[in-house]
DNA sequence: GCTCCAAACGAACGCTTGTTAGGTTCACCT
DNA sequence: AGGTGAACCTAACAAGCGTTCGTTTGGAGC
């Protein structure tokens, strides 16, 4: 790891425990055993560390969308963005906390970029929920409340989650998971194997079932 | 309103906006209309401010939540601390903004102080969700991981919920109880008149499953 | 008309902030 | 051997920070 990528991992941590105000350049150097004037060798200003940060993250979050097949059932597409959003939380939750903390912080050209990305990002999620209420597998009144509703779930959990806490991620993911679809009015616990499990449930699922 | 208070006001309005670190007592004494020296003839320091802001929030959901009957059946009992808390935040966004935004730039003691009221409140929510499942009418596996879901997803609601916006404040509380109860498996959409709804739903589900 | 007191001013305090500039070290390349 | 350049240090800069303090103001009570 160079020296660049050291400080940006280093400032991500410092960030996410103390605050991007509150943690001064001099405290970063100190951290990663440097003198304040030297991070000026490797970053042009605190605010682009910020960014590097943010973005970072923001590309994180987007990719683990984007890897879900936009053609899977609705219901298992939302559990899937659900588990992508909090493996990224369970990875990288220093990073994950400054992106959702700080990010306001930022100069309103580079606010301008990642709200853009918080957009796409938004947008996946929407186009699922609205696609299961079209198919009829979720019921819900207002798609775009809905689609608020399940985001604010996601986007508090980098507040409590502990990755090395008494619930493993994938653990965490899948209970979150049903969950979810639960407040989207889903029927199905949708679990993978062929377990019977206390399901009555309605047994079609999707078929042609539209609303 | 006296000065104090309406120092506490604008404090709570600049702290939301800009943030706490952001926002000097220079700010805040000319959007009062005063020298910045002037603001300690009032309060005797700039965390005094905050302290006030954050417990005033703090009472105000408490205060929400200590106003639901305990006695109430589970599922009802999650939808009015719902209601109350959105009540909460669609009433004092920019107080409430500051609660959750920036309590934790308090001093030790004084954050060991809203700490207790955090966790007092979350019990709340707890004991009403194990109520339930005890009861039959929640379907969760783990209640505590349910816990923190259903104050996820209301906690981040002062991100982006604007009381003067489309939702009118009793409807977006309605709507979102919906979800919460959707998320802890509950059967009935809780309507209060006798309303059938566009219901195919699971009709026995769970034997004794009155809400 | 005088006293009194809270409210506000205005200047200053000591300190920290992000950032810059100049100088030194040292591994590497020719 | 000499040169290059990145990495780092030290010192300093102007600006802003929260806060203090002696002074001024202005209205209420006697």
Do not use: C
């Not at 400080?7 to 970063?28: K, N, P």
């Not at 990002?121 to 689609?147: C, K, M, N, Q, S």
């Amino acid at each position: 790891m160079d020296r660049r990528t050291e400080i940006m991992t280093v400032a991500g941590r410092l960030f996410s425990e103390s605050g991007y105000h509150v943690t001064s350049m001099r405290d970063l150097a100190k951290a990663v055993n440097l003198q304040g004037g030297s991070l000026y060798a490797h970053i042009a200003s605190k605010e682009e560390i910020l960014f590097e940060i943010v973005s970072h993250a923001a590309d994180l979050f987007l990719a683990g969308a984007a890897a879900v097949p936009p053609d899977l059932p609705p219901a298992e597409r939302v559990a899937r963005l659900v588990e992508a959003h909090l493996a990224v939380i369970a990875r990288e939750i220093g990073n994950a906390t400054v992106f959702f903390h700080e990010w306001r912080f930022l100069s309103p050209e580079r606010k301008a970029q990642i709200q853009e990305r918080r957009d796409a990002y938004e947008a996946y999620f929407a186009r699922a929920i609205a696609d299961g209420v079209e198919a009829g597998v979720f019921r819900v009144e207002d798609p775009r409340l809905a689609t608020l509703f399940v985001l604010s779930a996601l986007n508090w959990t980098y507040q409590w989650y502990d990755p090395a806490g008494p619930i493993p991620p994938d653990e965490f993911a899948r209970q979150y998971a049903a969950m979810v679809l639960g407040a989207l009015g889903a029927d199905l616990p949708l679990t993978p194997g062929p377990s019977p499990t206390r399901g009555q449930g309605r047994s079609t699922e999707h078929a042609g079932g539209a609303a």
